[in-house]
């Protein structure tokens, strides 16, 4: 079973960067997809992106495609998310996850690290 810890977050002004990390403890991390969540007030929790176990496939939502990205270092047992041109609609909690596939259920949470974005 793997255990997911979130850091990285923090307070940026709009058109800013933030660098946010994964950290994964047990022993299947190199054979499962990874993905990024987010969650701001009020709202219900979206897709931002996700990584195949092979670190070849990527999925991005929409709106961050472009500005985001997702990538992996399975020999640290650590998954990125790279934030650039940071818009103020990014504020939220944002939340790595781990499942089976890329498209599959992400059943693994992590307890989530706030990016807040000022105008």
């Known amino acids: 079973q793997v255990q997911l810890v979130e850091s990285g977050g923090g307070l940026v002004q709009a058109g800013g960067s933030l660098r946010l990390s994964c950290a994964a403890s047990?022993?299947?991390?190199?054979?499962?997809?990874m993905g990024w969540f987010r969650q701001a007030p009020g709202k219900q929790r979206e897709f931002v992106a996700a990584?195949?176990?092979?670190?070849?496939?990527?999925l991005y939502a929409d709106s961050v495609k472009g500005r985001f990205t997702i990538s992996r270092e399975n020999a640290k047992n650590t998954v990125y998310l790279q934030l650039n041109s940071l818009k103020p609609e990014d504020t939220a909690v944002y939340y790595c996850?781990?499942?089976?596939?890329?498209?599959?259920?992400?059943?693994?949470w992590g307890q989530g690290t706030q990016v807040t974005v000022s105008s």
């Open positions: 996850a781990a499942g089976p596939t890329i498209r599959g259920k992400y059943d693994v």
């Open positions: 047990g022993r299947t991390f190199s054979s499962i997809a």
């Open positions: 990584i195949a176990e092979s670190g070849v496939t990527t």
